[in-house]
């Protein structure tokens, strides 16, 4: 089984999507590393100073009025329960040379004091503790303050980055998908245009929208394009000049032979001038296809302008009706209406004469072709027949593919209806039995019809 190809869409997106959310991760740790670094650091000198500033305070009563006098009425930070939460608050001790608890903060817990650093800060027990003490002095402070204020601060620093790179991230990949959906929808253009082209159309690949990193592609589809053509311009040619060139020694040979077949009176001569004739005539009749082939290689199916096709498919029933023996050969059903198409109207003719001439090889002798277009844009030719079977049905349709070899025809009439009805739009059904019958063969032609047209009817 044929592994599907990767899609270019989910590949750029998921290529630039990975590298996106390791740079988004990478710039919350470097974000989230310098803000507690900077943070910390700006907390830290915060705490120190209030102590030098609590020890200097703490000095100056002890020289006016003594330690003693310092009562928690007159604590220097009574300010702060007016202004912070309890567990926010500053908690300080200071003390003696001896290490004594001279004065305290409420709500201070021992515990905090024993965790200090003599002369530093540390971390303990859920505090930062700052320990100062004075040059020349007796006295040390010591202040503490929670952690839970520090690291909500840095949680709430840390949750609106990621907001931020959330909304940045999204905003990013919605833009990043849009740009790249766009120049997937470039590419998938150009595709789906040069997937149409065929022998009916080689021009040039449009490119109003393309990018310059697949000009150089876009070149050489379209030199390969332009040797494709003039091959097949060439090609086309020559079997269109073979053609008509053929045409007129033929018609000569086939003069001279009948004149010939009616001077001579031996019966073994003159059967082998009605072989010779019955050959011209097939030839005559190959030319005639080679023509067809040639004229609906060159995009003859649709025409330049809309109008009704009935009068050309009345004109094309009578003609079919003058080639049969006898009235009875030949059931019609004429179309009713008007059929406005842009179906040009030689190929209208080439594919009925076709599919009416190959009713005429198969039908079994003595038996009716039925064409019926009785009903809008659709022509059905039947004829009686031994069924045929699927994988048949689909041989026919290749080029100088027959149903037997000894079939009278060149296998050509069934590859150019296909061709004209591909050109023209419109579609080709086989069938074998003919629809409610056991037996026959049936060729249905639906043609495009102008679409305003059908909605009025």
Request: proline share 5%; aromatic share 4%.
């Given at each position: 089984m044929k592994k599907r190809p990767a899609s270019l869409l989910n590949t750029l997106f998921k290529s630039l999507l990975l590298p996106g959310a390791i740079a988004a991760i990478l710039g919350l740790l470097i974000v989230y590393t310098l803000v507690k670094e900077e943070y910390d650091e700006l907390q830290d000198i915060a705490l120190m100073s209030k102590a030098h500033?609590?020890?200097?305070?703490?000095?100056?009563?002890?020289?006016?009025?003594?330690i003693s006098s310092l009562q928690d009425d007159k604590n220097p930070l009574s300010f702060e329960p007016g202004l912070l939460d309890q567990d926010e608050l500053t908690m300080f001790w200071v003390l003696d040379d001896t290490g004594e608890v001279l004065l305290r903060s409420p709500y201070t817990e021992d515990a905090i004091l024993s965790a200090r650093v003599e002369g530093g800060l540390v971390t303990a027990l859920g505090y930062r503790i700052a320990e100062v003490g004075g040059v020349g002095s007796a006295l040390t402070i010591v202040t503490a303050t929670s952690m839970e204020e520090r690291n909500e601060a840095i949680r709430d620093v840390l949750f609106g980055v990621i907001v931020g790179f959330v909304l940045l991230g999204a905003f990013f990949a919605f833009a990043t998908y849009r740009a790249i959906r766009h120049s997937a929808g470039v590419i998938v253009d150009l595709s789906t245009e040069i997937m149409r082209k065929d022998a009916s159309d080689l021009s040039p690949i449009d490119r109003t929208r393309t990018f310059a990193e697949i000009e150089p592609a876009i070149d050489t589809v379209d030199m390969l394009m332009a040797r494709l053509d003039a091959t097949l311009k060439a090609e086309r040619a020559f079997a269109t000049n073979a053609a008509h060139e053929l045409r007129t020694p033929v018609a000569i040979c086939v003069a001279h032979v009948q004149r010939l077949r009616i001077k001579l009176t031996d019966p073994d001569t003159t059967q082998g001038a009605i072989e010779i004739e019955q050959g011209l005539k097939r030839l005559t009749r190959l030319i005639?296809?080679?023509?067809?082939?040639s004229r609906a290689r060159s995009g003859l199916g649709v025409g330049g302008v809309q109008a009704d096709i009935v009068p050309v498919v009345d004109l094309l029933l009578r003609e079919l009706s003058d080639r049969t023996t006898s009235e009875e050969m030949l059931v019609i059903t004429p179309p009713q209406g008007i059929w406005m198409s842009n179906v040009d109207p030689d190929a209208i003719g080439i594919i009925l004469n076709n599919l009416f001439d190959n009713a005429q090889k198969h039908a079994i002798p003595d038996t009716p072709i039925i064409v019926d277009a009785g009903k809008r844009g659709r022509i059905v030719i039947s004829n009686d027949c031994a069924?045929?079977?699927?994988?048949?049905?689909?041989n026919i349709k290749q080029r100088f593919a027959r149903n037997t070899p000894r079939a009278e025809g060149f296998g050509l009439g069934l590859s150019i209806v296909q061709e004209l009805c591909k050109q023209s739009g419109s579609t080709l059904d086989l069938a074998s039995p003919a629809p409610g019958r056991a037996t026959g063969f049936?060729?249905?032609?639906?043609?495009?019809?102008?679409?305003?047209?059908?909605?009025t009817d």
């Amino acid at each position: 089984m044929k592994k599907r190809p990767a899609s270019l869409l989910n590949t750029l997106f998921k290529s630039l999507l990975l590298p996106g959310a390791i740079a988004a991760i990478l710039g919350l740790l470097i974000v989230y590393t310098l803000v507690k670094e900077e943070y910390d650091e700006l907390q830290d000198i915060a705490l120190m100073s209030k102590a030098h500033l609590l020890l200097q305070l703490v000095e100056a009563q002890n020289r006016i009025v003594g330690i003693s006098s310092l009562q928690d009425d007159k604590n220097p930070l009574s300010f702060e329960p007016g202004l912070l939460d309890q567990d926010e608050l500053t908690m300080f001790w200071v003390l003696d040379d001896t290490g004594e608890v001279l004065l305290r903060s409420p709500y201070t817990e021992d515990a905090i004091l024993s965790a200090r650093v003599e002369g530093g800060l540390v971390t303990a027990l859920g505090y930062r503790i700052a320990e100062v003490g004075g040059v020349g002095s007796a006295l040390t402070i010591v202040t503490a303050t929670s952690m839970e204020e520090r690291n909500e601060a840095i949680r709430d620093v840390l949750f609106g980055v990621i907001v931020g790179f959330v909304l940045l991230g999204a905003f990013f990949a919605f833009a990043t998908y849009r740009a790249i959906r766009h120049s997937a929808g470039v590419i998938v253009d150009l595709s789906t245009e040069i997937m149409r082209k065929d022998a009916s159309d080689l021009s040039p690949i449009d490119r109003t929208r393309t990018f310059a990193e697949i000009e150089p592609a876009i070149d050489t589809v379209d030199m390969l394009m332009a040797r494709l053509d003039a091959t097949l311009k060439a090609e086309r040619a020559f079997a269109t000049n073979a053609a008509h060139e053929l045409r007129t020694p033929v018609a000569i040979c086939v003069a001279h032979v009948q004149r010939l077949r009616i001077k001579l009176t031996d019966p073994d001569t003159t059967q082998g001038a009605i072989e010779i004739e019955q050959g011209l005539k097939r030839l005559t009749r190959l030319i005639e296809r080679l023509l067809q082939m040639s004229r609906a290689r060159s995009g003859l199916g649709v025409g330049g302008v809309q109008a009704d096709i009935v009068p050309v498919v009345d004109l094309l029933l009578r003609e079919l009706s003058d080639r049969t023996t006898s009235e009875e050969m030949l059931v019609i059903t004429p179309p009713q209406g008007i059929w406005m198409s842009n179906v040009d109207p030689d190929a209208i003719g080439i594919i009925l004469n076709n599919l009416f001439d190959n009713a005429q090889k198969h039908a079994i002798p003595d038996t009716p072709i039925i064409v019926d277009a009785g009903k809008r844009g659709r022509i059905v030719i039947s004829n009686d027949c031994a069924p045929i079977t699927p994988a048949d049905l689909e041989n026919i349709k290749q080029r100088f593919a027959r149903n037997t070899p000894r079939a009278e025809g060149f296998g050509l009439g069934l590859s150019i209806v296909q061709e004209l009805c591909k050109q023209s739009g419109s579609t080709l059904d086989l069938a074998s039995p003919a629809p409610g019958r056991a037996t026959g063969f049936s060729a249905t032609i639906t043609l495009p019809l102008d679409r305003a047209e059908n909605q009025t009817d």
